[in-house]
Nanobody, 124 residues
Framework: QVQLVESGGGLVQAGGSLRLSCAASGRTRNTYPMGWFRQAPGKERELVAAISWGGGSTYYAEYVKGRFTCSRDNAKNTVYLQMNSLKPEDTAVYYC?????????????????WGRGTQVTVSS
């Protein structure tokens, strides 16, 4: 079992920044990738970014490249998502998730463990 807890969400004006944190506990797997997802009202969850704990690789959705940065601190079992130049379109509940990797694209892993999410609201 793995428990994930997101924090760092809040209300910010367009162009501002937030840093989200995801703290993992329980039976963690440092070789599992950690993904950041978001879900806006009425929309499906989408993968925003991911980081490979074992390999040090990162993935970013095209619409956040150059604005978001995913990093890790394995000693703290924590993953971060630094979000800069935020846009109203970024408003969503942000989730972190982890699970076994697989397939040709490592960041499209089966994410079995999810946090409860943290709200990010970007005002215009």
């Amino acid at each position: 079992q793995v428990q994930l807890v997101e924090s760092g969400g809040g209300l910010v004006q367009a162009g501002g920044s937030l840093r989200l944190s995801c703290a993992a506990s329980g039976r963690t797997r440092n070789t599992y990738p950690m993904g950041w997802f978001r879900q806006a009202p009425g929309k499906e969850r989408e993968l925003v970014a991911a980081i490979s704990w074992g390999g040090g690789s990162t993935y970013y959705a095209e619409y956040v490249k150059g604005r978001f940065t995913c990093s890790r601190d394995n000693a703290k079992n924590t993953v971060y998502l630094q979000m800069n130049s935020l846009k109203p379109e970024d408003t969503a509940v942000y989730y972190c998730a982890t699970g076994p990797a697989g397939g040709s694209r490592w960041y499209l892993a089966s994410y079995d463990y999810w946090g409860r999410g943290t709200q990010v609201t970007v005002s215009s």
